[in-house]
Structure formats: structure tokens, C-alpha cells
């Protein structure tokens, strides 16, 4: 089976850094992304990571460790616009080459 | 210009009522998508499709059926619409490349009374 495990909710203060988890077991592994969503907005692509370590960019990084089946979003000097839910999503080695997505973490940021 | 498109936008429609949702891209892509969203459920494969010929039901199909009429082309349909239906629905798009993430369209915010 497929499942894809994320806190529900977070809160964090303007100018702080904030972790965002996520947990998987999924049958096969090909890689992992990760989405930032407005609310009734579309989700926009942040990061995909397939090998194991640390990936920076700018203000956000994603690690990833596929022994521990692991990975999390690192988002610095956080902005009141970086309130959103964020989405973890697994690229599942099969013939249909899926991505199945995680719930979402819904980050509250306060001033 | 948006590289996906959605139409409509909103649409609040009666049980019973047959429903179109229309999805354009101008990405080239062969990969379409459609998922539907619900509040604490995440979002949610309907159909996708790798090209005009091959279309496949995803985790939660009962209720819809698509059409891809050309590459750039994917709508989704609901037969007889019902109140559990009421959702937010998004198509998406996705390259061949391994590394390629998917590109959703703008939503469509579906009521069923």
C-alpha cells in the first residue's frame, strides 16, 4: 500500500524557521516532491529531491533520506505570504510512474 | 497566457444534472490529470491519461468519466452530479523527464445542491 504521513497543522512566528515532516512507505520509490498551496489556489512545484541529502534554495530546502523513508521542507526567515499548506508527495516506481500525494500541512504564520 | 487552463472557474449545479469540466494545455505535454480535493483529504487521483489513446481510472473513478480529444485536451464529466461530489477539482499536467514535477491548472470549485 501507499501511505504518506504529514503533521496536520503547524504554527510558526514571522522571521523564524519552521520543519515540516513527512513520513512514507509507499511500494517502490522514485522521488520526492514537494508543493506549496494557497488557499483555493493551485499547488506550485518547491522542490523534488531523489537522492539522499540536502537540497537549498533561497529561503526553503528539502532533505531527503530513503532508508528512513523521510523527508522535510525547511523554510527560513518565514514571511506572513509563506502561509499556506504545504504537500509531500511520493513519485511511486511503477508502470504508471504515479505521484501520490500526501494531505498537507497547513502552516499558520504569525507576526 | 497560463500553460493550463480550466473551465469553468465556479459552477454550482443541481443533483442529477450532467456536468463538463474542460482542461486546455499549451505545455506539449503527453501526461493528464484529474484529482479532486477535499478539505482534510487531500487530493485525490480521478483519471489520467499518457496520451489520446490511453486513459486510466484512478483511486476514486466511480461517478466520472473523461474524454481526451487531442493532446492539449482533457475534460472530465460527471454523469448525474451528487451532493458528495461537491469538491474542488484540479488537472495537471507532467513532461516524460524524471525529474518532471506536475503542473496543475488554476481549480474548479464545484457545488452540488
Known amino acids: 500500500g501507499q501511505n504518506i504521513d504529514q503533521p496536520t497543522e503547524m504554527t510558526a512566528t514571522e522571521g523564524a524557521i519552521v520543519q515540516i515532516n513527512c513520513t512514507y512507505q509507499t511500494s517502490g520509490f522514485n522521488g520526492l516532491f514537494w508543493y506549496q498551496q494557497h488557499a483555493g489556489e493551485a499547488p506550485t512545484f518547491l522542490s523534488y529531491n531523489v537522492l539522499d541529502g540536502l537540497e537549498e534554495k533561497g529561503r526553503f530546502s528539502s532533505f531527503l533520506s530513503r532508508s528512513k523513508g523521510y523527508s522535510y521542507l525547511l523554510l527560513k526567515e518565514l514571511q506572513m505570504k509563506d502561509s499556506a499548506s504545504y504537500l509531500c508527495a511520493v513519485r511511486v516506481k511503477n508502470r504508471d510512474d504515479k505521484i501520490i500525494f500526501g494531505k498537507g500541512t497547513r502552516l499558520h504564520i504569525l507576526p | 497566457d497560463a500553460d493550463v487552463t480550466q473551465t469553468p472557474r465556479n459552477r454550482i449545479t443541481k443533483t442529477g444534472k450532467r456536468i463538463m469540466l474542460e482542461c486546455s494545455q499549451t505545455?506539449?505535454?503527453?501526461?493528464m490529470y484529474w484529482y479532486r480535493q477535499d478539505p482534510g483529504l487531500g487530493l485525490r487521483l480521478i483519471y489520467y491519461?499518457?496520451?489520446?489513446?490511453?486513459?486510466n481510472k484512478g483511486e476514486i473513478s466511480d461517478g466520472y468519466s473523461v474524454s481526451r480529444q487531442a493532446q492539449a485536451k482533457f475534460s472530465l464529466s460527471l454523469e448525474s452530479a451528487i451532493p458528495n461530489q461537491t469538491a474542488l477539482y484540479f488537472c495537471a499536467t507532467r513532461g516524460l523527464a524524471s525529474t518532471d514535477t506536475q503542473y496543475f491548472g488554476p481549480g474548479t470549485r464545484l457545488t452540488v445542491l
Open positions: 491519461s499518457f496520451d489520446v489513446k490511453d486513459i
Open positions: 505545455k506539449g505535454h503527453d501526461r
